[in-house]
Every structure is written in structure tokens, then in C-alpha cells.
């Protein structure tokens, strides 16, 4: 969780940034100093106490306690509200009223104004139990104390059987007129309730209600039913006359065939016969004979497949299509007749229904009438219940307010007072050291946590490394590597020599510590390191190992030449820098000797401050720009300038390390 705002914005100059807040890391910091919440408000309870008892006059507290009567509280909530006695919470205000108070000074002859009275009195009302009323009163002397809560008992009580006397007859008429008002309309509404059944000759609205909804039931099912087989026997029907449609109403029954072909050959060859037993072959008759018979088998070979026509046919009715007619006709007959039963049913099923909603506006007005009944009943015995109270309480005169406990003088001073005075100096202390433990908080500017540097700054935080005295070895080097790794991912550069500058803004920011761990870790490994470092002079035998000549000269250099060093090499902030600042362009060229040579150039540079316009410039040309911050002492002020100006100037990628963190705070910031 975190203070802060969602808007980015400037206030009178300076980044709203600044004023945003891990809360985590501010209740940590508020918890690391809680011994101050525990020593500060024993001081001023200490204090406070010490006051109390030596300068503070003691009180004496005397309690009266009245009591009021339950049946009376019952007929309260009976009661009409313009008519309603007062309530128990008005009765606490009723007490103090000014006319009571200027009595109890008068009878016990007190030398207190009014104003002073009041503010050594109080009215207290039990919480579970609002008959229970206490007058408490304070006072210097423990008898007189006691002597003005009995006294203004006393007076209460005069004044408010007074009071609710000169009311109560006005109250006591009003409703014994309203207790006639009801009789009468009592009878009237019975006398209704009687005639209206009569006059509908119904004994019992819902009785009839009831059976006419049980057969409006029964007739309902029924007429689904007649719907149902009409549909079916209309369905039935449309077969029917569908299956006669294509049958003829008289078909042929049988038929004879009475002379063929065959049988006129034969009677030919007896002719044929006969005649040659008169006659020779040559005989005209003979011949003429033997050719007709020579066409009658011509005609046989040819037509003796075929059919012979019958000599005659006998047609008579079609025995299926009278079936047919037959069960259509049953079949409209019985739709006829359900047809009709529907129609009955329907007319009987709309009669029954105008019935019932004649029965139910009928229930209506006389439940409505019932209602208005029993209403008046229930009132009346509640006024029943009013008037005879009233009128014990007239006939007897008696409050229902009475004095249940009277007031003794106390045998000790109240402590309530005093403990509440300690108390609140107690937490006057404790409110007064958590706001000074969170405004020294909200004042302290230095990096703490991850999230200075992702909210705050707005880079990319690689990691954090932990005090090394306070881990173990292994937790340490796990978290170098941890930040080795997201930095090499997040230069991310596919061929090759990357370039990840280390800089700060304020000396002894641990990234020369760090660059060594780095390089102790993972040198051995395939990867090859070259590490130069920033500084303000060389000694004479290691001036071939500055790198300025090579920058701004451009001098060819041998890439074996970090060998002979320890692959460690020098940038040296001489005065040259500042009268001829390198550009962009020097710082590529310079980096690109080394490609092939070297997979990755760890350039330490100076503080910030010291060179602003080349430490952006040098930071243009890395892959990465790394600023490493020292837990609790690096500057957010500083550091905000510094990724403001390096941005600016177009830097591609900025990460930041938090350095030498306190292993409480450690986890939080990772």
C-alpha cells in the first residue's frame, strides 16, 4: 500500500513525486521506534497524574435514584400522540428545568449561581432500563453533595404532579367521548356485517368462494377434455374423406367371356371337314374355307398373349367407400355432439366465472367491513384500559414518577473524573509521539524502498543488496546475482560489446563495491568483463592505461591492453573534460574498439553533480544506465534531478540499485 497521488503534477516547482509514500515502509519505520510510543505516554500520564493529585480539588458524587411505575409506561404507547404523557428521555430533561433549579438554591440557601448548578448536576437514565432514573449532583463537601440530589428529587416531583394534574382531566374527557364514539360504531358496523349477508343470502363468503372455485375446476378439465377428442375426431374425419376421395362409388364385380378365337377355329375345321367329305381340295368352297382358317391362325400367332374381351360385365356398389361413409358419418355425428357439450360447458364455465368475481368483490366489502370491526374493538378496549387508569390516577392523586433510593452523603471522592484526566494525557502523549514519529518519517527525503525508486524516480528497479554484516554470505552473493541478472536481461542487446554505466549522486554510493562482486563473481565465467573506472588523477606509471586519448583523440588503442591491468582501465576527470565535454558520437566510436574483444564494459562513473552534461552523455551511449543509491542516505531530491535530466537527454535505460539495506527492511525491498 502507498501514499500518494495518481496525478503527476509540480507543485511550486518541485516534482509531486517526491511527496508519494511506501505506507509498509512507514509503519516499519514507526514500529522500529515503538519503544517512543510506549515512553512518551507513560511521561505524560506520569505528569498528568501527578497534577491530578496534587493540584486538583477532589468531588464528592451522590447519587438519587426514581423510579417510574411500568403500567403507567404501558398506557404510554397506547395513547394517542397528542394526547401521549411525556416520555422517560423527556422526564431527564424535565429535571433541570430553570424554575426546579432556582428552587433547590433557595431551599438549601446555596451560594452558586445558576450556570454553576448546572454543571454540578446531571440526569442519567439506565440504558437496559429506562424506569430507573438517577439524579446524580457533585459538590465540594459530601453532605451537601447528597443534599441537592435529594432536594432536586423533591422538586421534580411537585412540579410534575402539578403539571401532569392540570392536563390530565382534558385528556381523561377526551377519551371517554372517544369510548362512546366507538360503541356506536361498533353496533353500526355489526348491525352492517349482518344485513350484507342477508341481503346476498350467502352464509359463508369463502365457503362458497371455495366450492364455486372447485367446480369452476372440475368444468375447466372437462372442457379440455371435449377439445381434445373434437380435435381428434375432425383429424379422423379429414382422413376419411381423404382415403374416399380417389374411390368410385360403383365398381365391377365380374364378367364373362363367352367366345374366342380358338373356338372359332375349331368350328371352322369342322366345316372344313365336312366339306372335304363332299368336296376335293380344288373346290372353290374348300379353298376359300382353308383360307379363312390360314388368317384365323395368322391372327392367333399374333394375339395370343392378349387378353380375350369378355362377352359380358356385372358392375355393382363399392363395399369400402359405403365403410368409409359409414364411419364418417358416426364420426360427425359424435363431433356434433361434442360440439354442443363445448358450448355448454363454456356458457356454464362463463357463468361460473362472472359468479366468483362477483363473490370476490363481495369478500371484498366484507372483509372490509370486518377489518373496520375488529379494528375498533382492539381500540376500544385500549381506551377501556386508558380510562380506568386515568381515572385511578385522578380519584388517587398519585404520580407515577416516586423517589426509589434517596441520596446519602459518599464516603469517598469520585475518581471517574481523574481517571478520564489521565487517561487523556496518556493518549495526548501517545497521539503526540506517533505524529512526531510520522512527520520525521514524511520528512526524511533518502531512498528506503522499492517503491522510491519505481514511484518516485520511475526506473526500473534491478534489485537490492543487503548490508553484508547482517546476512549471511550466501544471501548476500544471491542477491548480487539476482541484480546481475535483471540488468543483463534488461539491456538485452542481441551482438556485440554492451555497455552498463554505474553512476550516483552522492560519493560512497557502494558501486565500486558492488562492480568488483560483480566481476569477482562472474568473471571466471565465459562472459569477458572490462571495467573502467572514473578518477581524478593517475599515477605516472599508469597513464597508459587512461582512456581520455583514446575518447577524445581517437587514438587507435590495442584491445590486449586491459590484459596487462587486470582488464581494468581509467577514465581520468582532469580539466579537459569540462573545457572540451565529449559528445555522443566519441563515446560510440570509443566503444566500438572493444567489440569482439569484450561482451560487456562496465564504465564507473563520477557523481552527478561533478559533470552533468558528460555524465548524460556517456549515459546516452550505454545500454543500460545504472544509479545506485545508499539506503537511507541517498537524496531524492538529487536523484529525481538527476533521471529527470538523463531522460531529458534521451537515455535509453535507466535502472536503479538500492545499496546497503537494512535486513528489516531488506524483503520489503526487493
Not at 72 to 94: A, C, G, H
Not at 216 to 227: A, G, P, S, T, Y
Not at 233 to 245: P, T
Not at 269 to 291: C, F, H, I, S, W
Request: some cysteine; hydrophobic content about 40%.
Amino acid at each position: 500500500m502507498e501514499i500518494h497521488e495518481d496525478n503527476e503534477s509540480v507543485l511550486g516547482g518541485i516534482d509531486a513525486s517526491l511527496f508519494k509514500y511506501d505506507l509498509q515502509i512507514l509503519l516499519l519505520a514507526v514500529w522500529k521506534r515503538f519503544y517512543v510510543l510506549l515512553i512518551i505516554p507513560l511521561i505524560t500520564g506520569f505528569l498528568t497524574f501527578s497534577y491530578v493529585t496534587i493540584f486538583q480539588q477532589k468531588t464528592w458524587t451522590a447519587r438519587c435514584l426514581m423510579f417510574r411505575h411500568t403500567n403507567i409506561e404501558r398506557l404510554q404507547s397506547d395513547m394517542p400522540n397528542l394526547y401521549k404523557p411525556v416520555e422517560t428521555k423527556v422526564i431527564t430533561e424535565m429535571v433541570r428545568i430553570r424554575k426546579n433549579m432556582r428552587e433547590v438554591i433557595t431551599r438549601l440557601k446555596l451560594k452558586t449561581t445558576l450556570a454553576a448548578l448546572y454543571a454540578q448536576t446531571a440526569v442519567e437514565m439506565q440504558e437496559d432500563n429506562e424506569n430507573i432514573i438517577s439524579i446524580v449532583a457533585s459538590s465540594d463537601t459530601p453532605r451537601e453533595a447528597a443534599a441537592i440530589a435529594n432536594m432536586l428529587a423533591d422538586v421534580f416531583i411537585e412540579d410534575y404532579v402539578e403539571n401532569q394534574n392540570t392536563s390530565i382531566h382534558k385528556i381523561y374527557k377526551y377519551y371517554t367521548e372517544s369510548k362512546i364514539n366507538l360503541s356506536q360504531k361498533i353496533k353500526a358496523l355489526e348491525a352492517q356485517q349482518e344485513e350484507y349477508l342477508k341481503r346476498f343470502n350467502v352464509i359463508s363468503i369463502t365457503t362458497e368462494t371455495e366450492g364455486k372455485f372447485k367446480m369452476l375446476n372440475e368444468l375447466e378439465l372437462n372442457l379440455v377434455k371435449f377439445r381434445m377428442q373434437e380435435s381428434a375426431l375432425r383429424i379422423s374425419i379429414a382422413n376419411l374423406e381423404n382415403n374416399m376421395k380417389d374411390m368410385k362409388e360403383d365398381i365391377q364385380l365380374h364378367y364373362t367371356v363367352t367366345a374366342t378365337d380358338n373356338s372359332d377355329m375349331a368350328v371352322m375345321e369342322g366345316a372344313l371337314y365336312k366339306l372335304r367329305q363332299r368336296y376335293t381340295d380344288d373346290n372353290p368352297k374348300v379353298q376359300k374355307q382353308m383360307a379363312e382358317i390360314e388368317y384365323l391362325k395368322e391372327k392367333l400367332g399374333k394375339a395370343k398373349d392378349e387378353k380375350r374381351a369378355p362377352s359380358s360385365v356385372t358392375y355393382g356398389g363399392n363395399v369400402v367407400r359405403q365403410t368409409i361413409e359409414e364411419q364418417k358419418f358416426k364420426a360427425e355425428a359424435e363431433l356434433k355432439g361434442v360440439t354442443q357439450n363445448l358450448s355448454q360447458l363454456e356458457a356454464t364455465i362463463s357463468k361460473l366465472k362472472s359468479e366468483l368475481t362477483q363473490l370476490s368483490r363481495m369478500e371484498s366489502d366484507f372483509l372490509e367491513i370486518k377489518r373496520q370491526l375488529d379494528l375498533n374493538r382492539d381500540l376500544l378496549k385500549k381506551i377501556d384500559g386508558t380510562v380506568s387508569m386515568m381515572k385511578f390516577a385522578l380519584n388517587t392523586n398519585v404520580s407515577d414518577i416516586t423517589i426509589l433510593e434517596r441520596a446519602e452523603p459518599p464516603s469517598s471522592p469520585a475518581a471517574k473524573k481523574r481517571r478520564f484526566i489521565i487517561f487523556a494525557g496518556g493518549l495526548a502523549g501517545f497521539l503526540l509521539a506517533l505524529g512526531g514519529l510520522i512527520i520525521m518519517e514524511l520528512m526524511d527525503f533518502s531512498v528506503k524502498s522499492r517503491f522510491d525508486i519505481e514511484n518516485v524516480l520511475k526506473i526500473k528497479m534491478l534489485g537490492s543488496l543487503p548490508m553484508i554484516n547482517q546476512v549471511t554470505l550466501q544471501s548476500f552473493y544471491s542477491a548480487i546475482q539476482v541484480v546481475y541478472k535483471r540488468i543483463a536481461e534488461y539491456a538485452d542487446k542481441q551482438s556485440g560489446v554492451t555497455l552498463i554505466t554505474f553512476g550516483d549522486v552522492e560519493a560512497k554510493s557502494g558501486k565500486t563495491f558492488f562492480i568488483k562482486k560483480c566481476i569477482d563473481l562472474f568473471g571466471p565465467q565465459e562472459k569477458k568483463i572490462l571495467y573502467i573506472s572514473t578518477v581524478n588523477e593517475l599515477a605516472r606509471n599508469m597513464t597508459k592505461f587512461a582512456v581520455n586519448d583514446y575518447i577524445y583523440k581517437d587514438e587507435v588503442i590495442n584491445p590486449n591492453m586491459p590484459l596487462e591491468n587486470a582488464h581494468r582501465l581509467y577514465f581520468v576527470m582532469d580539466d579537459y573534460t569540462y573545457i572540451a565535454p565529449a559528445d555522443k558520437a566519441m563515446i560510440d566510436k570509443f566503444i566500438a574498439k572493444f567489440d569482439g574483444h569484450y561482451d560487456y564494459i562496465f564504465w564507473e562513473l563520477f557523481e552527478f553533480n561533478k559533470n552533468e552534461q558528460l555524465f548524460a552523455t556517456i549515459c546516452q551511449s550505454a545500454d543500460i544506465s545504472v544509479l545506485v543509491t545508499m539506503f537511507k542516505r541517498s537524496n531524492k531530491f538529487k536523484l529525481l534531478k538527476c533521471v529527470n535530466f538523463l531522460k531529458e537527454h534521451d537515455c535509453r535505460k535507466l535502472g536503479g540499485i538500492l545499496n546497503n539495506v537494512e535486513k528489516s527492511y531488506f524483503i520489503r525491498s526487493m
